[in-house]
T-cell receptor
Framework: DTAVSQTPKYLVTQMGNDKSIKCEQN?????MYWYKQDSKKFLKIMFS???????INETVPNRFSPKSPDKAHLNLHINSLELGDSAVYFC?????????????FGSGTRLTVV | SQKIEQNSEALNIQEGKTATLTCNYT??????LQWYRQDPGRGPVFLLL?????KEKRKERLKVTFDTTLKQSLFHITASQPADSATYLC???????????FGTGTRLTIIP
């Protein structure tokens, strides 16, 4: 049973399209995250939700909109995709907020915008 | 703003030796420091967490030290094996709603 699963694994789409990435965790964790890993492998936080409430919203373009229907799910919708959005997007979860808990990451969604 | 540097982008170590990776940070006093392993095409995997009031933490062949005066963490893998080859990321943050910020990673290769 995968602890943090995200779909799809690969996403190739044209500029200007709208796409969504889904994430689910079965660990019973209260907090979920979206991280972006760029071509230089730098991992940067985008959003954090705790029990469906938005906790962290980094300086991300408002074309990116996270949604958490319940504490086990965190989806990411991206409007008007741009070339610069190409990256690997990781979903993660932890027991609670803050850095005092290890994070469990999904296997990533490689987004390629052409 | 806070800055995290993992000194070596890549490190090659002979099998059986101890691999030591460095994580330095500035402009910040984290309450927690974590280490992760990332294999190509996979998500990071949590290895160890150390608190600001702890000097050292061990788990099997892994050892982490945390020096809040030097603002540095060292990550050691003893009796290294080719299967330890991966990118290792340090990450730090505080409690409450603080985010976990990652370093740029060190790509470790254990040579048989």
């Amino acid at each position: 049973d995968t602890a943090v699963s995200q779909t799809p694994k690969y996403l190739v789409t044209q500029m200007g399209n709208d796409k969504s990435i889904k994430c689910e965790q079965n660990l019973g964790h209260d907090t979920m995250y979206w991280y972006k890993q760029d071509s230089k492998k730098f991992l940067k936080i985008m959003f954090s939700y705790n029990n469906k409430e938005l906790i962290i919203n980094e300086t991300v373009p408002n074309r990116f909109s996270p949604k958490s229907p319940d504490k086990a799910h965190l989806n990411l919708h991206i409007n008007s995709l741009e070339l610069g959005d190409s990256a690997v997007y990781f979903c993660a979860s932890s027991q609670d907020t803050g850095a005092g808990y290890g994070y469990t990451f999904g296997s990533g969604t490689r987004l390629t915008v052409v | 703003s806070q800055k995290i540097e993992q000194n070596s982008e890549a490190l090659n170590i002979q099998e059986g030796k101890t691999a030591t990776l460095t994580c330095n940070y500035t402009n910040y006093s984290p309450a927690y420091l974590q280490w992760y392993r990332q294999d190509p095409g996979r998500g990071p995997v949590f290895l160890l967490l150390i608190r600001e009031n702890e000097k050292e933490k061990r788990k099997e062949r892994l050892k982490v030290t945390f020096d809040t005066t030097l603002k540095q963490s060292l990550f050691h893998i003893t009796a290294s094996q080719p299967a330890d080859s991966a990118t290792y990321l340090c990450a730090l943050g505080g409690g409450g709603n603080e985010k976990l910020t990652f370093g740029t990673g060190t790509r470790l290769t254990i040579i048989p």
